[in-house]
């Protein structure tokens, strides 16, 4: 019988700090033998300037020297001494040290040539070094230095960031000296990019004039650029307007488009509408997106709301042109309160950027609201906070009226002073003015409510359902915001609440939520119901397939969507990651598995629609 073999001891693996030690002691001692000039083999000249060093040190962290060194062709593998060209000595130098050490010090000074000698000698981790160093001094006043640079040394990546950057602040780049000095074919470059930007696509034609003029232009020149433009995004009574631009890049000065400018943007306007099949709805969606179309899709968002680990701030995205949901922005922490997570806050878009305003957080299971708001442009996808609300308040609704305002309207609402006096002063009614940054108590609603929904059609927002004073409501009110007056229309047909209404044309759709039975057990809403504005009518629109506690539900061109929710059917606490569709059109329902499904089952998320810039990710 053959003996049993022992198995050997398996001595612990090293940590990770003792590699770093090693690590570190390698390089230490090849720096000090470079020093001191011991084994060194080659000697690498830069402007008269002589550099010892180790061919096998090179070689390891340098592409183009693994090349030069490996290959017995070459006749650089057998000299002792190379002369290198196009590159500085202090370069050189730089990256022979980091080479030796891991440590690269790098400055606005030497910048450049640092990148440029570690893209000759493909030395990676340096160039990642020197365009992250870039990446984060991209500024108004460096932008297009950089966007050069990063071009001429291959650096695509770092290009990209930096024609977005100027693209997202054009209106103050074309501002600046360096708009004028611009290359022309960067300028190209920007306008066949389709990165989103911050002004007209109208204004961009105007911009573009002033360019060729100011460079005193050749017409065929001046043609590429403007053809160049989305011409499908302006309207027709906008190109006519711009044959009274000015068209002078110096202040107090003014410079009136030539006839035969106009008369040719006049030509590749109809030659383009023409040739293009752009639907009314596509002209539509200039009147109600974003500054300019370019770059930029309707999309649909969730935001926060319960996943499996609990309530989230993430806000996802799901992209229809990559049908694929992903990780968009998260709702800001609030300052003093910085470990907490939000709910019950008020959402709306507002001349296509996301606010979310007040809301609720929970210390050790006991709930304390919050008046504190957000705004998020998702242009230059970042947050700002803007005045909190004068009554802290939450499960209210908000509500975008025209191009300046918001309307916050009941909820759960905290003041310090509840007399009989202070209540009569305050209103359940607040309006938020974006220029003035302030807030406005405005008529209040008869009926306080909170859970309700809110939708606005023209300058009337419509309220509707709710619970109040422990009844759950059928009731609904307009609100007129330009005789600030409300009036009562026809009650809904079922009293209804955590609810949404969407409107499409002149009609209002009350989509979700619940009710109570005569046990005053929960009850879903089975169907949608349909209110027509003209005839103050109520009807049923259709059956809800599959009916949920706390779907997410928004409208997005002319289809419904809910998202997640509570499944009626099991226990309360099986939540759905499943998104159904109701197309107002065909008067048909859809679901699409594994596409436009959430990632994680989710409820209580508020869901809207927003042109964000198209999704690049992989």
């Known amino acids: ?72 062709a070459m006749i650089e593998s057998r000299q002792e001494e190379i002369n290198l060209y196009g590159i500085t000595a202090r370069a050189m130098s730089a990256i022979l040290d980091f080479i030796y050490t891991s440590s690269l010090d790098l400055n606005a000074d030497n910048i450049e040539e640092i990148l440029a000698a570690s893209t000759h000698f ?28 990063a071009d001429i040394y291959g650096q695509m990546a770092l290009s990209r960031r930096a024609y977005r950057f ?56 001046m043609r590429d650029l403007l053809r160049l433009i989305n011409w499908s995004h302006i309207s027709y009574k906008a190109v006519n307007e711009l044959r009274h631009i000015d068209c002078s890049l110096e202040e107090g000065k003014r410079l009136q488009l030539p006839t ?28 109600r997106g974003p500054t300019n179309m370019r770059g930029m899709e309707l999309s649909l968002l969730k935001i926060g709301g319960f996943e499996w680990k609990g309530l989230t701030n993430v806000i996802m995205c799901f992209s229809p042109s990559k049908m694929k949901w992903y990780e968009l922005t998260s709702i800001p922490h609030i300052d003093q309160f910085i470990f907490q997570l939000l709910g019950n806050f008020g959402t709306a878009v507002l001349n296509n950027e996301l606010y979310i305003v007040g809301g609720s957080y929970d210390v050790c299971l006991k709930e304390y609201i919050h008046p504190f708001g957000f705004c998020y442009c998702p242009l230059r996808d970042a947050w700002v906070s803007i005045a909190p609300i004068q009554v802290d308040r939450c499960r209210f609704s908000l509500n975008a009226v025209g191009k300046k305002h918001l309307y916050a309207v009941g909820g759960i609402m905290e003041h310090d002073d509840f007399s009989e006096e202070t209540m009569r002063r305050i ?23 909170s859970q309700h929904a809110g939708v606005v059609v023209g300058k009337k927002l419509y309220i509707s359902g709710g619970i109040y004073l422990a009844n759950i409501l059928d009731s609904m009110w307009c609100l007129d915001t330009t005789t600030e007056t409300w009036h009562q229309l026809a009650s809904m047909p079922t009293p209804c609440c955590d609810h949404v209404l969407v409107a499409i044309d002149n009609r209002i759709y009350a989509c979700g939520g619940w009710r109570e ?27 809800i397939p599959a009916p949920k506690f706390y779907s997410g539900v928004t409208v997005m061109r002319r289809t419904i969507f809910f998202v997640g929710g509570l499944d009626s059917t099991e226990s309360i606490d099986r939540a759905s990651s499943e998104t159904m569709a109701y197309d107002l059109d065909s008067k048909t329902w859809w679901h699409r598995k594994d596409s436009w499904d959430t990632p994680n089952d989710v409820w209580e998320s508020t869901c809207a629609t927003i042109y964000v810039p198209i999704c690049n990710n992989s």
């Open 517 to 543: 039975s005569v046990t005053e057990s929960r009850v879903l809403v089975q169907h949608i119901y349909a209110y027509d504005i003209e005839t103050n009518v109520w009807s049923r629109e259709t059956q």
């Open 122 to 149: 493909q030395v990676r981790e340096v160039i990642e070094r020197c365009t992250s160093f870039l990446d984060k001094k991209i500024e108004m006043d460096s932008c297009l230095a950089i966007a050069g640079m």
């Open 427 to 449: 209103s359940n009614v607040e309006r938020y003015d974006i220029t003035q940054n302030s807030w406005t108590f405005m008529p209040r609603l008869q009926e306080n409510r």
């Open 166 to 221: 100027i693209c997202a602040n054009f209106e103050d780049f074309a501002g600046t000296s360096d708009f004028k000095e611009m290359k022309k074919d960067q300028l190209s470059f920007i306008l066949s990019s389709n990165y989103p930007m911050d002004i007209t696509e109208q204004e961009l034609v105007r911009l573009v004039c002033s360019y060729c003029l100011d460079k005193q232009m050749e017409e065929n020149d």
């Open 260 to 287: 035969d400018l106009y008369n040719r943007i006049k030509q590749e306007y109809m030659d383009t509408m023409l040739k293009s099949d752009v639907s009314l709805e596509d002209q539509a969606a200039l009147e």
């Open 1 to 72: 019988m053959a003996e049993a073999m022992s198995t050997p001891e398996v001595s612990p693996s090293p940590s990770c700090a003792t590699f770093l030690v090693s690590e570190k002691n390698l390089l230490q001692g090849l720096d000090k033998l470079r020093n001191e000039e011991k084994l060194t083999d080659v000697t690498l000249i830069v402007e008269d300037h002589r550099f010892k060093a180790h061919r096998v040190v090179l070689a390891a962290s340098s592409d183009y020297f693994c090349a030069m060194f490996a290959d017995c």
